[in-house]
C-alpha cells in the first residue's frame, strides 16, 4: 500500500502542474434539446481541440485558442456543425437556426457552444435526431445526446454505428433509467483502460503465487472466489467516487484522473511481472477504482442533469456499468479457467499479455501527461 501512496503522489505531482486542463478522454460533444413553452431549444457543446482540428481555429499557431480567433471562424464552425446534423419532429423536417455563440467548460477543456431555435411543431411527440459530427476524422468520436421536457430527460450516444436516434418528447421514468443503463454499458465497453485494468487484474485469478511461479488454482470455487472478491472490491470503490462526482462532493481535474487511471493499467500489469501483491489484488481493485470511478463520473457531470432527475441517472448508469462489466468477466473467466493449466495461459497470455497493457498504457500515460496524441484509441 506504501508504493501505491507514492505512486499516485508522483503522479500527483507530475500531471497536476497549472498546464490545461485537457486531457484525453474520449472525443466527445454534448447536445441538449430542452422542451419550452413557446418552442424547442438546442444547445451544442464542441470541443474546441476537435474543431481545431476540424477547421482551424489557431490562426497564429501558438497552441492557445482564444475567443477572438473563436469568434472570426463563427461562420465556418456553424456551417461545419450545422451540416452534420438533421433533425425531424414526427416524420417532418425541423429547420436549425444558430440563435447564441458561446465558450464553455467542460471538465476536460474549453468548448464551443452553439444555441439553436428549432423550428419543430410545439406538441410534436417524437424526434428523430441524425449526426455525423467528426465520424469522417475520428472513429472513437461520440455524440452525448439529452432531451429534457418538464421533469423529464431522455438520453442516448451517437456513435459512427449508431448515428440516428429516436427520441420521445414523453417518457416514463421506466425508459429513462433503461436509457441511463444502455449509457453505463456502453461506457463500460468502449472505456479501453477501464477493460484493460480489470482484465489485467483478473489475468491472475486462475493462478496462485507457489514456489516462486505461477500456477493454476486446483478448482473453479477458488479462481470464482478471486474473480468474486476482485470484480466487489472494484465496483464498491468506483460506485462511491461515481456517486460523489455526479452529485458534486468531490472533484478531481480531468487530467489528474485520466493519468492515473492509465498510471493505475500500468501497475497492474507490472504487478503480474513482478508480483509485489501476490494473494489480494482486490485491494488494489478498490484504491484503483475509486479513480476510475471519477472517470466513469465525467459523462454524467458534463449531462449538466437536472436535479429531479440526478439520482434516476445515478442509479441507472451505474447499474449499466456493472452489467457490462459482469458481461466481460462473464466472457473471460471460463476460457481461463479452461486454459489455465496451459504454457499459452502462463506465458502468452499473462506474463506477454501484461507486458502489451503495459506498454499501451504507458503511451496512454504519456499522452495524458504531455496532451499528445499518438494511438487511435
Same mark, same amino acid.
Given at each position: ?22 486531457? %484525453? ?6 447536445? *441538449?434539446?430542452? #422542451? ?5 431549444? @438546442? ?12 477547421? !482551424?481555429?489557431? /490562426?497564429? @499557431? ?11 471562424? $463563427?461562420? $465556418? ?15 417532418? /423536417? ?8 458561446? #465558450? ?13 431555435? #428549432? ?43 449508431? *448515428? ?8 416514463? @421514468?421506466?425508459?429513462? &433509467?433503461?436509457?441511463?443503463?444502455? $449509457?453505463?454499458?456502453? %461506457? ?17 485469478? =486462475? ?30 470503490? %468506483? ?8 452529485? !458534486? #462532493? ?6 489528474? =484522473? +485520466?493519468?492515473?487511471?492509465?498510471? *493505475? ?26 479513480? %476510475?470511478? &471519477?472517470?466513469?463520473?465525467? =459523462? ?15 442509479? !441507472? &448508469?451505474?447499474?449499466?456499468? $456493472?452489467?457490462?462489466?459482469? @458481461? ?24 506477454? !499479455? ?12 504519456? +499522452?495524458?501527461? &504531455? ?7
Amino acid at each position: 500500500m506504501r508504493a501505491i501512496r507514492i505512486v499516485l503522489l508522483c503522479f500527483w505531482l507530475c500531471t497536476y502542474t497549472g498546464a490545461p486542463a485537457s486531457a %484525453h478522454k474520449p472525443s466527445d460533444s454534448y447536445l *441538449s434539446f430542452t #422542451v419550452e413553452p413557446e418552442q424547442l431549444r @438546442a444547445q451544442w457543446d464542441i470541443a474546441l481541440r476537435d474543431l481545431d482540428y476540424a477547421v !482551424g481555429l489557431d /490562426s497564429n @499557431a501558438d497552441g492557445a485558442i482564444t475567443w477572438g480567433e473563436l469568434r472570426a471562424r $463563427e461562420p $465556418e464552425v456553424t456551417a461545419y456543425a450545422l451540416s452534420r446534423l438533421q433533425v425531424e419532429a414526427d416524420g417532418k /423536417s425541423c429547420p436549425l437556426t444558430p440563435d447564441g455563440y458561446l #465558450v464553455d467548460s467542460h471538465s476536460d477543456g474549453a468548448y464551443a457552444v452553439l444555441q439553436l431555435k #428549432v423550428g419543430c411543431p410545439r406538441d410534436a411527440s417524437a424526434l428523430d435526431v441524425r449526426y455525423n459530427l467528426f465520424f469522417d476524422l475520428d472513429p472513437q468520436h461520440r455524440g452525448l445526446l439529452s432531451l429534457k421536457s418538464a421533469d423529464q430527460t431522455r438520453t442516448a450516444i451517437f456513435s459512427p454505428t449508431q *448515428s440516428t436516434q429516436h427520441l420521445e418528447v414523453r417518457t416514463s @421514468a421506466l425508459l429513462q &433509467f433503461l436509457d441511463f443503463a444502455r $449509457e453505463g454499458i456502453w %461506457h463500460i465497453w468502449i472505456g479501453f483502460d477501464h477493460i484493460l485494468f480489470l482484465l489485467t487484474l483478473l489475468l491472475p485469478a =486462475v493462478l496462485e503465487r507457489r514456489d516462486g511461479k505461477w500456477q493454476p488454482v486446483k478448482n473453479l470455487p477458488a479462481a470464482f472466489a478471486n474473480v468474486l472478491k476482485i470484480v466487489t472490491a472494484f465496483t464498491i470503490a %468506483h460506485s462511491i467516487t461515481l456517486t460523489l462526482a455526479t452529485l !458534486g #462532493v468531490v472533484q478531481l481535474p480531468s487530467r489528474l =484522473v +485520466e493519468s492515473v487511471i492509465a498510471a *493505475s493499467v500500468i501497475l497492474a500489469a507490472l504487478n503480474n511481472l513482478v508480483p509485489l501483491v501476490k494473494s489480494r489484488l482486490w485491494a488494489i481493485a478498490f484504491v484503483f477504482g475509486l479513480i %476510475h470511478g &471519477f472517470g466513469f463520473a465525467s =459523462v454524467l457531470a458534463d449531462l449538466n442533469l437536472p436535479q429531479s432527475g440526478l439520482l434516476l441517472a445515478l442509479f !441507472g &448508469f451505474n447499474v449499466g456499468v $456493472e452489467l457490462g462489466q459482469l @458481461a466481460i468477466v462473464a466472457a473471460f473467466l471460463p476460457v481461463a479457467f479452461l486454459l489455465r493449466n496451459t504454457w499459452f495461459y502462463r506465458q502468452i497470455t499473462l506474463t506477454g !499479455g501484461s507486458i502489451a497493457v503495459a506498454v499501451v498504457a504507458s503511451v496512454w500515460l504519456a +499522452e495524458r501527461v &504531455f496532451d499528445w496524441k499518438v494511438l487511435p484509441f
